[in-house]
Structures are given as C-alpha cells and as structure tokens.
C-alpha cells in the first residue's frame, strides 16, 4: 500500500513539475523570443536589399538564401545556444557577465572586485580544480587578465548597442507594411512618423514597468507565431510544395557558386534570422533551462522554419519585383488579411523590443554592480517579478539614440547592416568564452573547447566578415556605439582602481588608532556614524582626515563596506558580516554587505534598520574572539562573523513582557531598551547576557535613538606628476566628468540630506 501510494505521489510530482515547466515555457515566448520571432519581417528584404544577389528565373538566389537561413538557425540558435550554452549558467544566471564571472571564479583570479573570491557557504566555496596550463596561465599573467575582461566589455558594449538598433528596425519593418497600401508619394510621408510615434511611446511608458501588460506579451507572441506559421503553411501548399529541397546543403554550394561575392555580401542579412539566439542565454535568469529549450524546440523553431519556408516559396513563383528591396514579409501575406497581420506585426514587434530595452537595463545593472559602468539610477518596477527594473538616464538615451538612427537612415537596409554587426559580435564574445568554460569549469578535454571554437568561430568569422565589409553601408554605428560605451566601461573600472588602490596605500593602521584609547583622543558624541568606505581591512583614509580637522564623532562608530561580488545572488543570511575593532569600550564595529550583481539592494531605511539589528545580534551573540585586527589577514573574512538573521526591534508602544509573568510554555521576550524606550531590541526568553552585553546594546539603543550620519567620502581623482598624456586625459577629464554626473552608492540614494556628510580629498593616482 505503501509503494503504491509513493509510486503515485512521486507521479504527482513529476506531472506537477511539467506542468510547471509548460507553464514557464509559455511565459519565456512574450520575454526572450520576441527579437527572433520578428525577424521573418526583414530577413529575405536585408538578403535581397542590398543589390548584392538578384533574384533570378531559375531561384538559385531564393532556394541559396532560405537553405542558409535554415542552417544557420539550426547550427547556431539551435545546436549552440539550446544545447550547449545554456548549460553554462551561473547559478542559474545566463549572459556575458555571467560567463565571465563563472570563468574568474572557477580560475581564482580576476580584474573585477570579489572575481577571485569563495563566499563561504556559497556555492563557489568549493576547491578548484587540479592545475592545468590555462588556469595557470590566467592566473599569473596580468594581461590575460586584462584581455579576458575587455573581451566581456566588448560583448557587453555590443549588447547595448543592439537594445539601441533593435527596436529601431523591428518596428520600421513592422510598419513598412503600409507601403503595399500606398503609393509612394504617400508612404514617404507616413512610414517615418508613425515609426518615430510608436518608438517615443515604446520609451516614455518604460518607467511603468512591464508587469502591468506584461501578460499580454506572451499571447501576443503565440498570436505572431501562429499567424506565421499558418501563412507559411499556405504559401507552401499553394504557390511551391517542393520548396523543402531547399533545406539540402547542396543549394548553399549552388548559391555560392553562382553569386560567388556577392553571396558573401548578402551573409549580412542573412545573419539577421538569429538575432535575439543571445537573448535565450541572457534571460536564463527568468526561466529555467528545460523550458527555455521546450519553447524554442517545440514552438519558436518550427513556426520560424515554416514562414522562412513559406516566403521562400512564394517568392520562388513570383520574379515581376519592381526593386529587390521590394521582396519581404508583406508581400508573401494574402491582401485579405494583410491588415490584421500588420497590426499583429507591430505588437509582436513592439513586444520584441521591449524585452531588448529590459535586457539592455539589466545588462546595464549588471556592469553597475561590478564597477563597470558609471552609477545610475535604477527603478525596481515590480516588487514580485524579478528582473524589472527602469534606469531613466538609459532609456532616454536609448530613446535619442533610436529616433536618430531611424531619422538618419531611414531605411532597414543600414539597419540590419549595424544590427547584424552588433549581434555577430556578442556571438563571437560567447564562443570564445564558451570555449573556457569548457576547459576551466566543465573539465573537459581541449580538443573539444577547440571543437567548439573552431567549428562555431568559423562560421561566425565568415558571418562577421561580411557584416565589417558593409562598415560605409551602417555598419559603423556598432562600431562608434560600442567604442563609446566600452571606453566608458573602461576608464570607469580603471578610475574605481584606481582609486581602491590609493585607498589601501593611505588606509590607517588599526593598532595606531587603538592606542589613541577608547576615546579615540576625540570627542565622542550621542549617535551612530556610518563611514562608508571600500576597504575590509584598516581604517580608510577620510576618517583620518575628518578627525585631523574636525576631533569629534559619534559615540558608535561603524565601518561599513558594501561588497559586489561576480556571484548572481547571495543569500540574506549570508550578507551581512559584523566584527568588532578593538575592546568592547571602544565601539567600533567593521560591517561588510555582500550583494550578487542580479540582487536588489535595499532602501536607505530598510538597509539602515537591518544594518542595526545585524550589530545587535553580533553583541548578543558575544563572538568576543572576533575583535582581532584584520589587517595583514589571508582571508578578509576570517575576523568577520555571518549574521544570518538580526535582532529584532521592538517598537514604542507595544505592551513589554513581564518576566515574573512568564511561565515555562510562553514565549514572552525579554527587552533592551534605551531610557527613553523609544528603541528596544527583543530578545529570546531563554537568553543569557551578562552586564557588559547589557549595556552595549543599551548604548547602540541609544545611539539608534539619536539618530544616524551617513559619512561619504568625495574623491577628487587627478594624476601623478609625470603621468602619460592618456593617463591625465582618462582620470582628469574623463572620469573626474562620470564622477561628477554619476549617482550616490544605491543604498544612500534616499538618505536626507540632513543626515548626510560629505568628506572631499584629492587622491594623486
């Protein structure tokens, strides 16, 4: 009876967990499938568009051209990205960051703060492999190093520069299905304006986030893919039924023998078909790698393959084309619904872009995070759906970008061109970062990381020759788009480098402030001071300098450091860190926050009212063992101890406990409150605090009570005498210019002014 009931819960479980997975595979169409989806609307038109290929009575052009499509879909979407590299997640998280971040950790070593570090009860805290002639080499040579992370950057830079192109030509091919409707007097005049209209509406309604009409995204894609694949379905059986001979890679060999050069041209477009295969892996974080591959394997490829197929055919029938770029999606459409396939085009597209647009600000986060990128300001839209979020600064530049790029050309043609560049990019990105993964992380043999490269980079190579040759034809907005964001990326990470290493060559010994007494040689006022500073170990240099000028601060004294480490999450009970400087009468205390470059980072207020209970419970705990110095330390979190879960507050006016109440089955906390007891911590019934823990936590009461001073340090970088001329360019100009422009640390972002206190120093780097 027994088995039998287990053999039906365990069929249960399994029927719940596909209906779970069905569930997320429905979903994942209306968030990562909505660039790939669309882009049967200007594949065949960018192919033709560009005069490189006619197309011909004998349809060696069109069967060459749909054969190619279906194999680079097949090879690099499907072979490459499905079965391959989204195995390679990082804790669940996909990306190029996340690529990176995996390949640092597994290495130990790595350019970006906490690459090489284990978090200990993380997942990363297991050993590293056995040596190999790799790993050694990226640990030892700088170099290496440098390369591997401007190589991130690159596709990273590229990623942006696609959120820029993509909803420009998506939508323009989308609406370009009023040409058929108009003659060309009229449509000049309209094509343009609409696209422009829908783009500033695409932007300005971002900062409401998509969870409000995010479910109809998914319905609207399903919508696209049936309407697809029924028309294809029908120009097929109707115009070529023998159009699947196409699929043979014989016609590849047919095509490019007869175009020869400007079949290699035309790769330009034809790569179009994959673009959005690098959102499948970029939004792994949302979904799960079984129904990301159930929904592209099951749905999205074939509806894709039939309206390639369906196009392919009716443009086999027909040759009368005024102008190759007048072959497209529309004309392969019935006239009797050609109107309501436009509108579905456009939402499609519009959903398409959208997912490329939140894409964009996560990618975006992600470098914030890991100071890579100038700090933003970043709107969290949702409070349940992960990865919502709004970077305002972003999404209007985006917006300028857009319009400008769609006003300047005015076509798909130079579009697709830059677009395909873009995206080409970030392949060849991920190739070769795959390619370490599989010697560093899976441990595998070389010979198959060089399979991998070899066979993917070759084909990759060939697609973005093509796409550079067309640099005078638009494919040199990627270029300067990416230029500008990578030396952005690049003079901000060397500029925070800078700066930590100035920070630890000028930190003040613990042991020289110690000697000064518990008094510290100042006067200690009522209230809590928050130094805000990037080192672990020492006392930084700003509270020197505040106390040189200034002898006075608060009575608990804190230094705080908000970590960013290359993991997606850390767990909330292994965030906080607390450790204790000096004895008990000094009240100093070291805290380290630990954030994944995926978490949301919390509120001034929630943050602060966490920061205190962490404290609290550390005191409560008595690790007496831990007030060691942490300078010189192998392990900068050897002195520090795991809060996992703060001590609770108990607020005013809620009735106290009555200890001589109690019986042996309540649960009445006892309290510790400050004289005013407007502050009390609660605390379990059964704990144990002598006098001394007593009366610490009354003074972190009372100085809770008092209030809280955030201390920020504002760094005025300028270089050393004698620095090279790039070097003054990139830390006086440049970065100084960021600096001044870029937002607070997101935890102090909504502390008031009047609780804030700004230290300057110049630092000579």
């Known amino acids: 009876m027994d088995a039998a009931e287990s053999s039906r819960g365990a069929a249960g479980a399994r029927k719940k967990s596909w209906r779970s997975e069905l569930v997320l595979a429905y979903q994942s169409l209306g968030v990562v499938y909505g660039e790939v989806v669309t882009s049967p609307l200007y594949v065949y038109k960018s192919a033709f568009a560009g005069g490189d290929i006619e197309h011909s009575e004998g349809n060696e052009e069109i069967y060459g ?6 194999w680079t879909l097949t090879l690099i979407t499907l072979l490459k990205y499905v ?9 669940g998280e996909g990306g190029t960051f996340a690529l990176y971040s995996l390949i640092c950790r597994r290495v130990g070593a790595g350019l970006l703060p906490g690459a090489g570090d284990d978090l200990k009860g993380q997942r990363g805290g297991a050993a590293l492999p056995p040596a190999s002639s790799v790993r050694t080499a990226l640990q030892q040579r700088r170099e290496l190093q440098w390369l591997l992370l401007l190589f991130a950057l690159l596709g990273t830079s590229m990623v942006i520069g ?13 609406v370009s299905g009023l040409k058929l409707s108009m003659v060309d007097e009229q449509h000049q005049y309209v094509l343009l304006p609409v696209t422009c209209v829908i783009l500033v509406g695409l932007f300005a309604l971002q900062h409401y986030g998509t969870h409000r009409v995010g479910f109809l995204f998914a319905p609207i894609i399903c919508l696209w893919l049936l309407c697809i694949s029924i028309i294809g379905v029908y120009n097929i059986i109707y115009w070529n039924p023998h159009v699947y001979k196409a699929l043979s890679p014989y016609y590849m060999y ?8 400007g079949g290699w041209m035309s790769l330009g477009g034809i790569l179009l078909c994959v673009t959005g295969s690098e959102a499948m892996y970029a939004d792994l974080g949302h979904f799960s790698q079984s129904s990301i591959k159930l929904a592209f394997t099951m749905v999205v490829y074939p509806s894709l393959i039939l309206a390639y197929m369906g196009q392919a055919a009716y443009i086999s029938r ?13 004309v392969s459409v019935p006239e009797k619904i050609r109107w309501p396939v436009l509108g579905i085009a456009i939402l499609a597209a519009v959903v398409g872009s959208q997912a490329v647009i939140t894409g964009t600000f996560s990618v975006i986060k992600q470098c914030c995070s890991l100071n890579c990128f100038p700090r933003v300001k970043i709107v969290h839209t949702s409070s349940t759906v992960h990865g919502q979020i709004y970077i305002p600064e972003i999404n209007w530049i985006l917006m300028l970008l857009c319009l400008a790029l769609t006003i300047g050309f005015r076509d798909t043609k130079h579009m697709a061109n830059a677009q395909g560049l873009a995206v080409i990019t970030v392949m060849i990105v991920t190739t070769c970062l795959m390619s370490l993964v599989i010697i560093l992380c899976w441990n595998k043999n070389i010979v198959f990381a060089l399979s991998f490269l070899l066979f993917f980079g070759a084909i990759e190579a060939i697609y973005f020759s093509a796409s550079l040759v067309k640099f005078h034809e638009g494919a040199w907005v990627p270029i300067i788009l990416s230029f500008i964001f990578l030396m952005v990326m690049c003079v901000w990470h060397y500029g925070t480098a800078k700066k930590y290493e100035f920070d630890v060559e000028n930190k003040v010994s613990i042991s020289w402030l110690l000697n000064l007494g518990p008094s510290l040689g100042i006067v200690r006022v009522r209230g809590i001071g928050l130094i805000h500073t990037d080192l672990i170990s020492g006392i930084p240099a700003i509270f020197s300098h505040f106390v040189t000028n200034l002898p006075a601060f608060h009575q608990v004294l804190v230094f705080l450091c908000i970590k960013s480490v290359s993991v997606p999450h850390v767990q909330p009970e292994e965030r906080f860190l607390v450790g ?3 004895l008990r009468q000094y009240s100093l205390y070291r805290v380290v926050v630990r954030y994944g470059y995926r978490d949301v980072q919390q509120d001034s207020l929630e943050f602060e009212k966490t ?6 419970e550390f005191i409560r705990s008595g690790d007496s063992d831990l007030n060691g110095h942490l300078d010189g330390s192998d392990s900068p979190y050897e002195k520090l101890s795991v809060i996992s879960k703060g001590l609770p507050f108990q607020k005013d006016g809620e009735p106290e406990a009555s200890p001589e109440s109690s019986t042996p089955t309540e649960t009445n906390p006892k309290l510790v409150s400050s004289k005013s007891r407007r502050v009390r911590f609660v605390l379990p019934e059964n704990a144990q605090m002598n006098s001394e823990v007593r009366s610490e936590l009354q003074e972190l009461t009372e100085a809770r009570e008092a209030g809280m001073t955030f201390i920020m340090g504002r760094s005025y970088m300028r270089a050393k005498s004698g620095s090279s001329m790039i070097k003054r360019i ?9 600096m001044r422009n870029s937002r607070s640390p997101a935890y102090a972002a909504n502390v008031p002014h009047v609780s804030t206190l700004e230290v300057g120093m110049v630092c000579q780097v």
């Open 730 to 738: 990139a830390i006086n100009f440049i970065y100084e210019f960021l």
């Open 65 to 70: 051209v749909l054969s190619l499509v279906f």
């Open 318 to 330: 027909h040759h009368s084309f005024e102008k190759n770029h007048h072959i497209g999606f529309y």
């Open 254 to 261: 047919r095509f490019l023998q007869k175009t020869q050069y």
């Open 162 to 174: 696609d959120g820029v192109l993509t909803p420009a030509v998506s939508v323009l091919s989308a």
């Open 580 to 582: 204790r400087i000096g």
């Open 611 to 616: 920061l205190v209970s962490s404290i609290a």
């Open 83 to 91: 079965l391959v590299v989204l195995r390679a997640d990082d804790d």
